[in-house]
């Protein structure tokens, strides 16, 4: 498995401003995500960190708003930019790793960053 | 369109009895398929995964069975212990990005 830090953990913010969360992965990966958990929803793949090359977005979610950098295999960031209200959640990043003995496609989450917009 | 889908939103069952958490899904192209559990204010954690090739897999208390045919998934905890109590949450990975379900909580009591 991997160990993966976010940073912050939490944050409150004023509306129209932007929040960079930092992921940290205590290995070099080949695959790491960006999920979103609004209140009371499922997690929603927000899109594809790649690295040295622009991120892949889902329907739904552009890089204006949710740009995301990841300059090596250890680290990526994403910020929520011009925040309001509804971009309140939790954000999580994930790493995908395989594990070729037990044939299974594991993928390890991050313990979240938990914005409130007001 | 929900392409996975967990239709029991909470589950009770006794300590050391079996716990079934049933998982529905749409999309054929969906090649893995992943059990979470999530504590609030934590990231999910992995429990077990099953190849979309595999009819069943087995780690410890937890065996996840797969129904292609009927595109239905289950996971199994045998016997429960009042720690499983969480949110469990099924996800189907196509090309490693994951669909979640919205998941059904399960209380386990003493």
């Known amino acids: 498995s991997a160990v993966i830090s976010q940073k912050p953990s939490r944050d409150i913010c004023q509306r129209g401003t932007s929040l960079t969360i930092q992921c940290q992965v205590d290995?070099?990966?080949?695959?790491m995500f960006w999920y979103r958990q609004q209140p009371g929803q499922s997690l929603t793949l927000i899109a594809t960190?790649?690295?040295?090359?622009?991120?892949?977005?889902e329907s739904g979610f552009v890089i204006d708003k949710f740009p995301i950098s990841r300059p090596n295999l250890t680290f990526s960031t994403l910020t929520v930019s011009n925040m309001s209200p509804e971009d309140s959640s939790i954000y999580l990043c994930?790493?995908?790793?395989?594990?070729?003995?037990?044939?299974?496609?594991?993928?390890?989450f991050g313990p979240g960053t938990r914005l409130t917009v007001l | 369109d929900q392409q996975v889908k967990q239709n029991s939103p909470s589950l009770s069952v006794q300590e050391g009895r079996i716990s079934i958490l049933n998982c529905d899904y749409t999309?054929?192209?969906?090649?893995?398929f992943l059990w979470y559990k999530k504590y609030p204010a934590e990231g999910p954690t992995f429990l077990i995964s099953?190849?979309?090739?595999?009819d069943k897999n087995e780690d410890g208390r937890f065996t996840v069975f797969l129904n292609k045919s009927a595109k239905h998934l289950s996971l199994h905890i045998v016997p429960s212990q009042p720690g499983d109590s969480a949110v469990y949450f099924c996800?189907?990975?196509?090309?490693?990005?994951?669909?979640f379900g919205k998941g059904t909580l399960l209380t386990v009591n003493p």
């Open positions: 994930s790493v995908a790793g395989f594990s070729g003995t037990s044939g299974s496609n594991e993928q390890f």
């Open positions: 290995s070099q990966v080949t695959m």
């Open positions: 960190a790649n690295q040295g090359s622009e991120a892949t977005y």
């Open positions: 999309n054929s192209m969906f090649d893995y």
């Open positions: 099953i190849s979309s090739i595999k």
């Open positions: 996800a189907a990975s196509s090309n490693y990005k994951l669909t």
